[in-house]
């Protein structure tokens, strides 16, 4: 192994100990300090130890949003450079129940929620699918009126 391929892979444990990240996102950084062949060599053999796994990453990625729909979720887990297939393997675990679940949370804390084009409008910027609004918007009123 030589020098410069530990720098990388030291300066990527670095990296990946302030915050998880996808492979994607750790390469662009890395092959702006090392050249391609020693960033491979890094990420290879951060795979192999287990600390870099794009599902792991997405699966934590979406349980700390639990504030955003599955579109949004969709959206953000692309813009980290999680590839397609993982995108769609971990929002599929992310049924209906989960995002009712998810805006009704959300929507108990938005204060217009009683005007019901708000509140579907709301869920829908926060990826929320229109079924999944229009029901959680029905059950909170349910709620709310005794």
Same mark, same amino acid.
């Given at each position: 192994?030589?020098?410069?391929?530990?720098?990388?892979?030291?300066?990527?444990?670095?990296?990946?100990?302030?915050?998880?990240?996808?492979? &994607?996102?750790?390469?662009?950084?890395?092959?702006?300090?090392?050249?391609?062949?020693?960033?491979?060599?890094?990420?290879?053999?951060?795979?192999?130890?287990?600390?870099?796994?794009?599902? &792991?990453?997405?699966?934590?990625?979406?349980?700390?949003?639990?504030?955003?729909?599955?579109?949004?979720?969709?959206?953000?887990?692309?813009?980290?450079?999680?590839?397609?297939?993982?995108?769609?393997?971990?929002?599929?675990?992310?049924?209906?129940?989960?995002?009712?679940? &998810?805006?009704?949370?959300?929507?108990?804390?938005?204060?217009?929620?009683?005007?019901?084009?708000? &509140?579907?409008?709301?869920?829908?910027?926060?990826?929320?699918?229109?079924?999944?609004?229009?029901?959680?918007?029905?059950?909170?009123?349910?709620?709310?009126?005794?």
């Amino acid at each position: 192994m030589g020098m410069e391929k530990a720098e990388a892979l030291t300066y990527a444990l670095r990296l990946l100990s302030q915050r998880a990240m996808s492979r &994607a996102r750790l390469r662009e950084k890395l092959l702006g300090r090392f050249p391609e062949g020693e960033v491979e060599g890094a990420l290879a053999r951060l795979e192999e130890l287990g600390y870099l796994d794009d599902r &792991a990453f997405a699966e934590a990625f979406v349980a700390s949003r639990r504030k955003y729909g599955p579109h949004k979720l969709r959206f953000l887990l692309k813009a980290q450079g999680v590839p397609e297939e993982v995108v769609e393997e971990v929002l599929a675990a992310y049924g209906e129940e989960e995002s009712l679940e &998810a805006a009704l949370k959300v929507l108990r804390r938005y204060p217009r929620r009683q005007d019901k084009a708000k &509140a579907v409008r709301f869920l829908r910027g926060r990826g929320f699918p229109l079924s999944v609004a229009l029901e959680a918007y029905r059950l909170v009123k349910e709620e709310e009126s005794g």
